[in-house]
């Protein structure tokens, strides 16, 4: 199985400032064949169930604010808040579908300071 | 626009079964494939199973394997997870989880599993 590891468990941001949270996964999930990373993150607000943010690393769902950018090849992998705004406290998860099981990391807990 | 409506949650004692169901609408259902991810009270995801678009493959995690069965009904636009042998550390809720283009797109609401005695 493929381990998906996030950093920082938690972080508290002020409003309008920079949230990074960070994703490393056991092995590469850069398939050769197609060079696309097979890595997606998720957004999860108390009471809902997750929302797609992010396929492929970097492309953001349609109707997802552009604030929201995803990054990184490989085994390490980026989702950055430009400007964190209320409605963003969430949970944040990255998931790889590059083979089966699909594993998760363990989330991160988005907080306003 | 995309719905998955889970049912069948419910406490269940450890040992006995219980089936779950999805009911999708919004998309071309035979043409995609399903998965049952679950997240224990205050945890974070687990994925459990994944059917293929035909029904012919199916796939789960380890700790569920032997124990839970998967299917689909693409006349009826189901998915189902049949429990078996239940253990308190099933109790979760179950979300459907739709696939997109290899991505799992979008997620159902869930239904809550209660494994005691």
């Known amino acids: 199985d493929i381990v998906m590891t996030q950093s920082p468990d938690s972080l508290a941001v002020s409003l309008g400032e920079r949230a990074t949270i960070n994703c490393k996964s056991g092995?590469?999930?850069?398939?050769?064949?197609?060079?696309?990373?097979?890595l997606a993150w998720y957004q999860q607000k108390p009471g809902q169930p997750p929302k797609l943010l992010i396929s492929?690393?970097?492309t953001r769902e349609s109707g997802v604010p552009d604030r929201f950018s995803g990054s990184g090849s490989g085994t390490d992998f980026t989702l950055t808040i430009t400007s964190l705004q209320a409605e963003d406290v969430a949970v944040y998860y990255c998931?790889?579908?590059?083979?089966?099981?699909?594993?998760f990391g363990q989330g991160t807990k988005v907080e306003i300071k | 626009q995309v719905q998955l409506v889970e049912s069948g949650g419910g406490v269940v004692q450890p040992g006995r079964s219980l089936r779950l169901s999805c009911a999708a609408s919004?998309?071309?259902?035979?043409?995609?494939?399903m998965h049952w991810v679950r997240q224990a009270p205050g945890k974070g995801l687990e994925w459990v199973a994944a059917?293929?678009?035909?029904?012919?493959?199916?796939y789960y995690a380890d700790s569920v394997k032997g124990r839970f069965s998967i299917s689909r009904d693409n006349s009826k636009y189901t998915v189902s997870l049949q429990m078996n042998s239940l253990r308190a550390e099933d109790t979760a809720v179950y979300h459907c989880?739709?696939?997109?283009?290899?991505?799992?797109?979008?997620w159902g609401q869930g239904t809550l599993v209660t494994v005691s005695s």
């Open positions: 989880v739709k696939e997109g283009v290899v991505v799992n797109d979008f």
């Open positions: 919004g998309f071309t259902f035979s043409s995609t494939a």
């Open positions: 059917i293929s678009y035909h029904g012919r493959d199916q």
């Open positions: 092995q590469s999930v850069l398939y050769s064949s197609d060079n696309k990373n097979y």
């Open positions: 492929w690393a970097s």
């Open positions: 998931q790889q579908y590059y083979n089966t099981p699909r594993t």
